[in-house]
């Protein structure tokens, strides 16, 4: 049986220490696999080789990667090509492990099994190795089998090497003892490189649960917050896809990698965590008088106190002229019925006044505080303003639903964003995360919040994802304050936007010129707020111009 010499085993420890480094580099899991595999090979100059993975329900062995030098067969990993192959059970049908099949005798116990010639061996049964020699024309004969396990002894894969070849002769040979002890060496380092790759793929995977666990609670609490919460991400990368596939222009520069993306992705996600920790009837608050209800429902309450009142004190006026000559029941009657009238008008102004809006006219506020100076009696007995100060503040709220307290307590959703997200560990590849999701309120002329940035104390993708939240906003349907905005009055407010400073004109142009607007539009926003655009009179773009 040949040996190696010394030259020959310094090579396959280079071998060993070059596929050393590849595993702790390499993130692509099949690759890796088919890197084992062939280094695998090359140490024994094998003919052929096969690697398996255990199913999921640890039930049986799967052919993962099978390659065959004479037979000139490549399965699996980078040939493009699927494995035909059936699957070795672990388990009989009875439940009792398998232990006639080498690669699960090997698994089970975690023993590799070196058999020199599998036609004169009787322990175990090659009847599936015949049938593939019979059918290929192909003659099988020494088998080195080596289970591979994570630190904690489960399995995570299987290595069979099959003919090995003498390097002079070209002769099948047994694998010996050395060849043996080198390939448990490799097995055992790419154990652990799987298991390295396994957990961080686990660690991927509870992040990203972590982050969809906050957004179903912003959901839970607003499904207008969680709708937004999937719409600004998607919106962000399309933007960003065309910004990166612009070649001309002040962002021609700009390119993504497949990380870059994820990380992008997992900003835009996360960019209203903050918003987790905003009073619910302050996010959602649909008119100005609500809070845990709609308050409107008291001040209803008092008008129908007012219009009582007025009605017994025409009762008791009829009771005190009486029936005779002088008495006028109609007048009465009548003044009656004016001062109703009057009230019922005041009382849809109200309601109306209720309702949040684009701006509230001077002379309404004025009104509102005129009609908040009636006195009505209360159920306590005493008399008091018609309307108290906090609803006068909020009855007389010049733009949307929301008072210069709430609004700040709203704005605070940033500063919860980013403290929250600060807080976290996050790996190199994701440590962006925080400054892209807290970047979509500044704006470019430094006139943002939480933090006044300028433009060029911002990332590209910050400034992607301002745009992507104000559109997503302004043409949002589902808001219980408001109706989603036609598409041309979104664009025409997001174009004086570009031009004041609030967004980067440079991302507008890349928004418009590559359609991402209407693409977005189409599938997401309701088909009645699609209207004629002709980008030619949005304001801040110029269509004859280059990106």
């Given amino acids: 049986m040949q040996e190696l010499n010394q030259s020959q085993i310094a090579e396959r420890l280079d071998q060993l220490t070059e596929l050393n480094v590849q595993l702790g580099s390499s993130h692509d899991t099949d690759a890796l696999l088919e890197r084992i595999l062939v280094v695998a090979k090359r140490m024994t100059n094998a003919d052929g080789g096969t690697l398996y993975r255990p199913s999921d329900d640890k039930r049986q062995l799967n052919f993962h990667i099978l390659i065959n030098d004479t037979l000139q067969i490549h399965q699996g990993g980078s040939s493009g090509q699927p494995v035909t192959a059936g699957s070795v059970p672990l388990y009989n049908d009875d439940g009792e492990k398998n232990l006639s099949a080498v690669a699960a005798y090997a698994a089970h116990f975690g023993l590799s099994v070196n058999i020199e010639d599998v036609y004169k061996a009787d322990v175990f049964n090659f009847s599936g190795m015949v049938k593939f020699d019979q059918l290929r024309n192909y003659h099988s004969q020494s088998f080195l089998t080596v289970p591979m396990s994570d630190h904690e002894g489960e399995l995570v894969g299987v290595l069979q090497l099959i003919n090995s070849k003498d390097t002079e002769s070209g002769e099948i040979r047994a694998f010996t003892q050395t060849d043996q002890r080198f390939i448990e060496a490799l097995a055992a380092q790419a154990a652990v490189a799987l298991t390295h790759q396994r957990l961080i793929a686990q660690l991927e995977e509870l992040l990203e649960a972590l982050v969809n666990l906050i957004n179903i609670g912003i959901d839970e609490k607003s499904p207008y917050t969680g709708r937004h919460c999937q719409f600004v991400p998607e919106l962000t990368m399309m933007l960003a896809e065309a910004v990166h596939n612009t070649e001309t222009g002040p962002l021609a520069d700009f390119q993504m990698n497949d990380a870059d993306r994820k990380e992008l992705w997992l900003a835009g996600l996360l960019h209203d965590c903050g918003k987790i920790t905003t009073p619910v009837h302050v996010v959602d608050k649909a008119t100005k008088l609500e809070t845990i209800f709609d308050r409107i429902a008291l001040v209803d309450t008092r008008f129908e106190v007012l219009l009582r009142d007025a009605e017994i004190a025409a009762l008791k006026?009829?009771?005190?002229?009486?029936?005779?000559?002088?008495?006028?029941?109609?007048?009465?009657?009548?003044?009656?019925?004016?001062?109703?009238?009057?009230?019922?008008?005041?009382?849809?102004?109200i309601r109306y006044a209720n309702v949040g809006g684009e701006g509230m006219q001077a002379a309404d506020q004025a009104r509102v505080r005129q009609i908040g100076q009636r006195r009505w009696t209360g159920p306590d007995g005493a008399e008091q303003a018609f309307l108290s100060d906090d609803e006068l503040t909020n009855l007389t709220i010049k733009f949307g639903t929301l008072t210069e307290p709430e609004r700040k307590e709203i704005n605070n959703h940033i500063s919860m964003t980013i403290k929250m997200l600060e807080a976290l560990p996050w790996p190199k590849h994701l440590k962006n995360v925080p400054e892209y999701a807290g970047g979509h309120h500044e704006r470019m002329d430094g006139k943002g919040y939480p933090r006044g940035l300028t433009k060029d104390q911002m990332s590209v993708q910050a400034r992607v994802m301002a745009i992507a939240d104000i559109f997503e906003a302004l043409t949002a349907r589902d808001r219980p304050y408001k109706k989603g905005k036609m598409l041309s009055e979104s664009l025409r407010i997001l174009g004086h936007f570009a031009l004041n400073g609030h967004i980067d004109p440079d991302l507008f142009d890349i928004f418009i010129r590559n359609k991402i607007y209407l693409e977005f539009a189409h599938k997401n926003m309701d088909e009645k707020q699609i209207d004629a655009i002709d980008e030619s009179q949005i304001p801040g773009y110029r269509a004859d111009q280059n990106t």
């Avoid at 003044?335 to 019922?344: H, I, K, P, T, V």
Wanted: charged residues 35%.
């Fill in 317 to 349: 006026r009829k009771l005190e002229v009486g029936t005779g000559a002088g008495a006028d029941h109609a007048a009465i009657d009548a003044e009656l019925a004016q001062q109703q009238a009057a009230l019922r008008e005041e009382r849809d102004f």
